[in-house]
């Protein structure tokens, strides 16, 4: 049973940080190429970040390019997303999701998702 678990969200003020995690199990996670999304209320899911599964390849969207980093240790099952300079806009649960397919920007591409982790940006 192949699980994601998202933790590290949070409420934090403008222009702080934080670093979201993804510990997945139940697949063999080097294998897997994995990725961020955001869904902010009333919103559509948008693609944040994404990584190969060695970690050579790294894709962002424009709207965080900069400012986001994404990063994993496949010797611990776990993706991670450092989140700087984070802005009100930035305000959403970010979702974790693997593929065994190359990184890609779109969410069909995903085969696994985590629950999702709640980020607040206060103004």
């Known amino acids: 049973q192949v699980q994601l678990v998202e933790s590290g969200g949070g409420l934090v003020q403008t222009g702080g940080s934080l670093r979201l995690s993804c510990a997945a199990s139940g697949l063999p996670f080097s294998t897997y190429a994995m990725a961020w999304f955001r869904q902010a209320p009333g919103k559509e899911r948008d693609f944040v970040s994404a990584i190969s599964q060695a970690g050579g390849t790294k894709h962002y969207a424009d709207f965080v390019k900069g400012r986001f980093t994404i990063f994993r240790d496949n010797t611990k099952n776990t993706v991670y997303l450092q989140m700087n300079s984070l802005e009100p806009e930035d305000t959403a649960v970010y979702y974790c999701?693997?593929?065994?397919?190359?990184?890609?920007?779109?969410?069909?591409?995903?085969?696994?998702w985590g629950q999702g982790t709640q980020v607040t940006v206060s103004s």
């Open positions: 999701a693997a593929t065994y397919r190359q990184s890609g920007l779109r969410s069909v591409e995903y085969d696994y």
